[in-house]
């Protein structure tokens, strides 16, 4: 926000720095951002509304009323995929992979609903904790046979519709 002055008894011929005509006599006048006004003169460059002596925020050198800075900001704001609110502030998370954003306390588990904080995992854009993604989606280990759990750091070799351990050798071809 920008201090503003508001000045009724002018004797200068300073121009106004919106229609630069001269701003003289007992014409209400403000002074803001450096430079004097006609009172009609000082309005928002978006939306065109008087400002008078009410807030503003200066853009581009320019006067914007409270409404139209704030629809601005948030126009640039990241909205959350759970909650469908704006993220405001700096504590959330993007999945980049996803294009998705998220706030911390939004990022639940697709599956149980219990807060995720920490590791997780996506499929199909959808976040699970790595309980739940081990027990939905871990294949058993054709030469173990236990689940290869993805969540303990195992990765997956995947070779004709078998899957491995991926320090093991793939199993035979068949006939």
């Known amino acids: 926000r920008t201090a503003l002055q508001k000045q009724n008894d002018t004797t200068t011929m300073d121009p106004c720095a919106q229609c630069g005509k001269p701003v003289e006599g007992t014409q209400r006048t403000l002074v803001a951002m450096g430079a004097k006004w006609h009172a009609d003169c000082f309005q928002c460059e978006h939306c065109k509304k008087k400002i008078g002596t009410e ?7 320019k006067p914007w009323c409270d409404k139209c800075n704030t629809e601005a900001v948030n126009a640039t704001l990241p909205t959350c995929a759970a909650c469908s609110k704006l993220i405001e502030d700096t504590n959330y998370t993007e999945l ?3 294009g998705k954003s ?4 939004c990022m639940a588990c697709v599956h149980c609903n219990n807060p995720i904080k920490g590791k997780y995992f996506t ?9 739940d993604f081990d027990d939905l989606f871990s ?6 046979k236990t689940k290869i759990l993805r969540s303990a750091g195992n990765r997956i070799k995947a070779v004709r519709n078998s899957h491995s351990h991926d320090q093991l050798d793939p199993p035979p071809a068949g006939p």
Do not use: D, I, N, S
Request: glycine share 4%.
């Open 55 to 61: 807030p503003f925020f200066t853009r581009e050198e």
């Open 123 to 131: 499929k199909k854009g959808q976040m699970y904790c790595p309980t």
């Open 139 to 144: 294949q058993p280990c054709y030469a173990c």
């Open 102 to 105: 998220y706030h911390l306390a």
């Open 96 to 98: 980049v992979k996803e």
